[in-house]
Nanobody
């Protein structure tokens, strides 16, 4: 079955940077929109960012605009999340997700069929 495996999480001080990676297997990756979500303790999972299958369209939550960048390498079946200027409120488990369709628009609201197991990001103040 489809597998999404995240890596790159860890502990970082406020103002620091981390780069998350998500490698997909058994997924038609180049035809799939990919997203990152996060869930902090006691809170609901929330959308962070997404990228269309062609990488032409990207979407960001207001809380991360200007600090986070999503990108993808279809040759490596990998999607990345570069996180800069991290804040304590960015602390959460970050999940990679796949929407296996050539959707370009509305990626904040589409249904993501496949999910990774998550990677913890902790930002200390």
């Amino acid at each position: 079955q489809v597998q999404l495996v995240e890596s790159g999480g860890g502990l970082v001080q406020a103002g620091g940077s981390l780069r998350l990676s998500c490698v997909a297997s058994r997924l038609p990756f180049s035809s799939a929109a990919m997203g990152w979500f996060r869930q902090a303790p006691g809170k609901e999972r929330e959308f962070v960012t997404a990228i269309s299958w062609s990488a032409i369209k990207t979407y960001y939550a207001d809380s991360v605009k200007g600090r986070f960048t999503i990108s993808r390498d279809n040759a490596k079946n990998t999607v990345y999340l570069q996180m800069n200027s991290l804040k304590p409120e960015d602390t959460a488990v970050y999940y990679c997700a796949a929407h296996p369709y050539k959707t370009q628009t509305g990626l904040m609201n589409v249904s993501y069929r496949y999910w990774g197991q998550g990677t913890q990001v902790t930002v200390s103040s």
